[in-house]
């Protein structure tokens, strides 16, 4: 299994960036796909999360309003568009698919938001 990220970089407060993961070797399709995001001399946490139709999300209560998470099944590939982006949203963000006792995580892309 392999997730890949991408659409990470820097940004001004107020600006915004689309991130993206596509998955591999897994049924992408029954997985809840999630991103969670690490800042430097703090814990992962989680952003956000979708269910595996895409029917359900649910939002870290800073980032509620200003980040949309998204799926596409049939490309197999989950997306995090972010919005008004603030200093405290920079972090390395990881995407992570889990069903039951199994996780995968991507490598990570660094997203700065600095003037």
């Known amino acids: 299994a392999q997730l890949v990220e991408s659409g990470g970089g820097l940004v001004q407060p107020g600006g915004s960036l689309r991130l993206s993961c596509a998955a591999s070797g897994f049924t992408f399709s029954s997985y809840v796909m999630s991103w969670y995001r690490q800042a430097p001399g703090k814990e992962r946490e989680l952003v956000a999360s979708?269910?595996?139709?895409?029917?359900?999300?649910n939002y870290l209560l800073p980032v509620k309003g200003r980040f949309t998470i998204s799926r596409d099944n049939v490309k197999n590939t989950v997306y995090l568009q972010m919005n008004s982006l603030k200093p405290e949203d920079t972090a390395v963000y990881y995407c992570?698919?889990?069903?039951?006792?199994?996780?995968?995580w991507g490598q990570g892309t660094q997203v700065t938001v600095s003037s």
């Open positions: 992570n698919a889990n069903r039951g006792s199994v996780r995968y």
């Open positions: 979708i269910s595996s139709a895409g029917g359900s999300t």
